[in-house]
């Protein structure tokens, strides 16, 4: 999809474009690298860069790293990857700390015409003065300090004079509005911390609602697209922009989050799976971030068709699993290959197959899509089939392989069993069947009818493989709301490991056919039955391949 759904910011931009009051578009995604992006982010990216596209207009790239305790190289870079790979070419790159210096002169601005003062209360204090919905806050005994001390005090924060949290500057609104992100919101704090782009070079840094419409307004962003959280800052962002003296004059609109059944999107509860153990990395398989996603083996295609589908509103809601998985398998069905996996073998010795001989079967790739074309998988005496396709007292309705039933293989002949051989314990060990030449696949035989299919691969030549299959990792994820920098949902979010599911991850030994020995990181396979897989870019290694299970087969979900 080059466009986006009919949507309420297109109406706003198509209006702004009819009207003059915009020429050209610009917006802009502007990640905090304090985390890898997540699906929610593959959203948002995509609303900012196919809205700004199909309106002629670009998109910038911008690290929103104004807090250094937190940011790092290692998310700038993998936030890149990412977006890259889903597709998109920001126009600019840009460093929200790249505008510190300019973003001083603004504060300093603010002193200067008495809309911004140094407030010596603790971060405490000026919570418990703040007042709540229904009462108004009261006012810092510091709000009245002159121009002159003010700007004294606020060039000696900057000197590295004063303690963290020793200080603040604050905007000087109104304590008592009716909105309380109206109530003299604190715009700069100390940190002595390193940041990763300006090292030592400050010690205060701007707080996100001040720095985020400074860096909208000197980027000349015309459409300042987030999500929901941040409606009730739109009157700030607006206050800084206008206060601040700025000359271009960007504007907010904010659409509803993307929340995913069973998917965590929030960077900090994410970072915590991974910081203690629970995951290999951000990048594994069962992470909902694009990297996890990535390796999983998803594609950018099913991604954006996830996300277009789910649309662009103010509802927030949250989308079936089902819905994601939906798309991959709509991607992949005519993409891969479908070849035979055993999962959990059981030896069949086909006993009238001469021992020592072995020949090559004609299997065509996608039987929905021909222009795949075939390959020669090698069949001889012995072969591994799955442990479930055999039952020694089937239930009625069981049509796959039973002591005196008759099967087919996939792509080879019918075979029959009449032994099964068990070992001490009275495990089966092997079945003994034969085979009737003239079933072969291909041949057009009509002879006779059998009712089951099932696949299996030549036990001399299949290779051994690892089969990674994945459960949610979280059972229900609630939908995340907290607006940055509120550190509040800190304790909540170490309960929230109390959630995590003990099976999520299932490691299977199995066989594949010789083919997929020399299988290449993010190869994708349909195995029968199984579902669809991809090479493992990590831990795969040539002739001893590991597969991620994307998806199963089975889909309840209609579009
Ligand atoms: P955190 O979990 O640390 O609060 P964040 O979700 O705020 O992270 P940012 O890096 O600040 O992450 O997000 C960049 C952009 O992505 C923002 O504009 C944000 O609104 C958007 N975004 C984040 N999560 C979602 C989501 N679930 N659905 C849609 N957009 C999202
Ligand atoms: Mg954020
Ligand atoms: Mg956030």
């Known amino acids: 999809h080059g466009t986006t759904p009919p949507n309420f910011i297109k109406n706003i931009i198509t209006e702004d ?17 304090n985390g890898y992006l997540h699906i929610g982010h593959a959203k948002a990216i995509w609303v900012n860069f196919t809205l700004a596209d199909e309106f002629g207009g670009r998109t910038n790239l911008r690290f929103d790293d104004t807090n250094p305790l937190k940011e790092d190289v290692e998310y700038v870079n993998s936030i890149k990857e990412d977006v890259k790979w889903l597709g998109f070419e920001w126009e600019e790159l840009h460093f929200a700390s790249d505008y510190f ?22 971060a405490e204090q000026i919570r418990e003065t703040r007042g709540t919905l229904t009462e108004p806050g009261s006012n810092s005994a510091f709000r009245e300090r002159s121009v002159e001390e003010n700007l004294d005090l606020f060039t000696r924060m900057r000197a590295g004079e004063f303690k963290n949290g020793e200080k603040v500057l604050r905007a000087k609104i109104d304590m008592t509005s009716p909105n309380i992100n109206l109530r003299d919101p604190v715009i700069y704090r100390i940190s002595h911390a390193k940041h990763h782009n300006t090292g030592d070079a400050w010690c205060i840094y701007p707080m996100y609602a001040f720095a985020h419409p400074l860096e909208d307004a000197i980027e000349g962003v015309t459409h300042s697209l987030c999500t929901i959280e941040f409606e009730d800052q739109r009157p700030f962002y607006d206050w800084v922009i206008a206060e601040t003296e700025m000359s271009a004059e960007p504007h907010q609109y904010e659409f509803g989050r993307l929340n995913v059944e069973t998917m965590v999107t929030s960077k900090r509860k994410l970072k915590l799976l991974v910081d203690e153990g629970y995951v290999d990395g951000w990048d594994d398989p069962r992470m909902p971030t694009i990297s ?31 819905m994601l998985e939906h798309f991959i398998r709509e991607d992949l069905k005519m993409k891969a290959p479908r070849t035979m996996a055993v999962l959990d073998p059981l030896k069949v010795v086909i006993t009238n197959y001469p021992e020592g001989q072995s020949e090559m079967l004609e299997a065509e790739n996608n039987s929905e899509n021909p222009e795949m074309g075939n390959r020669e998988i090698p069949f001889s ?38 032994d099964v051989i068990k070992d001490a314990e009275g495990n089966v ?18 002879g006779r009818k059998v009712k089951g299919t099932i696949h299996w691969v030549d036990a001399a030549s299949a290779v051994p493989a690892e089969f990674r299959l994945y459960e949610p990792l979280i059972s ?9 920098g509120e550190e509040t949902a800190k304790v909540e979010a170490k309960t ?4 995590v599911n003990p099976n999520s991850l299932e490691i299977v030994k199995g066989f594949v056919e010789p083919e997929l020995a020399e299988a290449k990181p993010h190869d ?33 979900f209609q579009l």
């Open 292 to 322: 996890g996603l990535r390796r999983r083996g998803y594609t950018p295609e099913a991604i954006k068709n996830f996300v277009f589908e789910a649309g662009i509103s103010k509802a927030q809601g949250t989308v079936d699993l089902a």
């Open 429 to 446: 060990v092997e079945i003994h069947c034969t085979y009737d030449p003239e079933t072969k696949s291909g041949t057009g035989f009509t």
């Open 496 to 499: 929230f490991l109390d959630q």
């Open 101 to 122: 210096e300019e973003m001083y002169n603004r504060a300093v601005l603010l002193i200067k015409k008495g809309k911004a003062y140094v407030d010596d209360q603790t």
């Open 381 to 418: 005496r012995e072969i591994y089939i799955e442990r479930e396709d055999f039952m020694e007292n089937p239930p009625s309705k069981y049509f796959r392989l039973f002591p005196g039933n008759e099967v087919r293989l996939k792509h080879a002949y019918f075979i029959k069993c009449n």
């Open 476 to 484: 229900s994820a609630d939908e995340e709301e907290e607006l940055d």
């Open 17 to 33: 474009l009819k009207s003059g009051k915009v020429n050209k578009v610009i917006t802009r995604f502007p990640p905090e690298p």
């Open 524 to 556: 994708k396979f349909q195995f029968f039955r199984h579902g669809y897989f991809n090479v493992d870019p990590k831990v795969s290694k040539p002739g001893a391949p590991v597969f991620n299970r994307i998806v199963s087969l089975k889909s309840s």
